[in-house]
């Protein structure tokens, strides 16, 4: 099992910079795979970004490619959503998943369901 909890969300301006985290308790951090997704009310949430296992490979949504990078440190159990460039359109409630192992197919890392872990949330607000 792992425990995951976001931090970093807060109140930026149309073309600033957040750096959000997803903190991971449990002792095989390093086998699961991180997700990012995005929530706003009355919507579902939305694929953001995503890295494997081992760190290799990332994906990310068309939306964000080119402003946002995703790394992780296994050392400090902790996955990294570098966000810059924001817009107002970036605005919503973000979630970091895990998923066991690694999958060949990246549209696994792309929907929610796939995901049996989830954060609590952090909220990031970009004001135009």
């Known amino acids: 099992q792992v425990q995951l909890a976001e931090s970093g969300g807060g109140l930026v301006q149309s073309g600033g910079s957040l750096r959000l985290s997803c903190a991971a308790s449990?002792?095989?951090?390093?086998?699961?795979?991180i997700g990012w997704f995005r929530q706003t009310p009355g919507k579902d949430r939305t694929f953001v970004s995503a890295?494997?296992?081992?760190?290799?490979?990332?994906y990310y949504d068309d939306s964000v490619k080119g402003r946002f990078t995703i790394t992780r440190d296994d050392a400090k159990k902790t996955v990294y959503l570098q966000m810059n460039g924001l817009k107002s359109e970036d605005t919503g409630d973000y979630y970091c998943?895990?998923?066991?192992?690694?999958?060949?197919?990246?549209?696994?890392?792309?929907?929610?369901?796939?995901?049996?872990?989830w954060g609590q949330g952090t909220q990031v607000t970009v004001s135009s």
């Open positions: 998943a895990a998923v066991w192992g690694g999958y060949s197919d990246e549209a696994i890392y792309t929907r929610s369901r796939e995901y049996g872990y």
């Open positions: 890295i494997d296992w081992n760190g290799v490979r990332t």
């Open positions: 449990g002792r095989t951090f390093s086998s699961y795979a």
